[in-house]
């Protein structure tokens, strides 16, 4: 298993230019979630899949659209990208039962610059 | 609301325990866990407790919980350089998208 991938690694925008960031995970978890990590704070929720299908906001979703391709996919969309949205992307799944409850799962992460 | 506050800088010597707090704003919640994010990485869970649980082991991980106090503290015996990172607590509430909210992160230095 390879549990969640994210593509890419890395990657720089110039502002107003466009990308989709990719998450795949191959546990046939139901839930998926993408969160954005900036220095000194805690990971803060963009939006979340409980089910494929369906896609609702989180905390901070201005400025992103999200797709639920399938159970395995999920991917995040900038149309316009801003220099405010320079972070860490973390891509996440979570199991629905077993006994951490909420036990969530995590990409290795795309870091992005937009200049 | 929900707030998770931790420090954000421990320093400590090879071989000693470490402890990193946590303190938390809403008592409502299910499950509290502690990740680890080594640099370059995504989180792993480290290990979690039950709200209605006071203490918890796992190898070199204690995890105690005061409900009244909603203080959440980690301790690792044995600190070694493998365990330099940061590590996040995080409250999970049942209902709606079962969230997580996270803390800051806790940078962990290890040093002989």
């Known amino acids: 298993n390879a549990g969640v991938t994210q593509t890419p690694k890395f990657q720089v925008l110039k502002t107003g230019q466009s990308m989709t960031l990719q998450c795949a995970q191959d546990m046939n978890h139901n839930s998926m979630y993408w969160y954005r990590q900036d220095p000194g704070m805690g990971l803060r929720l963009i939006y979340y899949?409980?089910?494929?299908?369906?896609?609702d906001k989180g905390e901070v979703p201005n400025g992103y659209n999200v797709s639920r391709l399938n159970k395995r996919e999920f991917s995040l969309r900038l149309e316009s990208a801003a220099p405010s949205q320079t972070s860490v992307y973390f891509c996440a799944s979570r199991r629905i039962s077993g006994s951490f409850g909420n036990e969530q799962y995590f990409g290795p992460g795309t870091r992005l610059t937009v200049t | 609301g929900e707030d998770v506050e931790q420090s954000l800088f421990l320093s400590v010597r090879e071989g000693d325990s470490s402890v990193i707090n946590c303190t938390y704003t809403d008592s409502s919640s299910t499950y509290l866990y502690w990740y680890k994010q080594e640099p370059g990485a995504g989180l792993q869970l480290l290990t979690y407790i039950f709200s209605n649980m006071d203490m918890k082991q796992d190898q070199r991980l204690t995890v105690l919980l005061n409900k009244k106090d909603k203080h959440l503290s980690l301790r690792i015996a044995d600190t070694q350089t493998g365990d330099s990172a940061i590590y996040f607590c995080a409250e999970s509430f049942s209902g709606g998208y079962n969230k997580l909210i996270f803390g800051a992160g806790t940078r962990l230095a290890v040093h002989p």
């Open positions: 899949s409980a089910s494929e299908g369906t896609t």
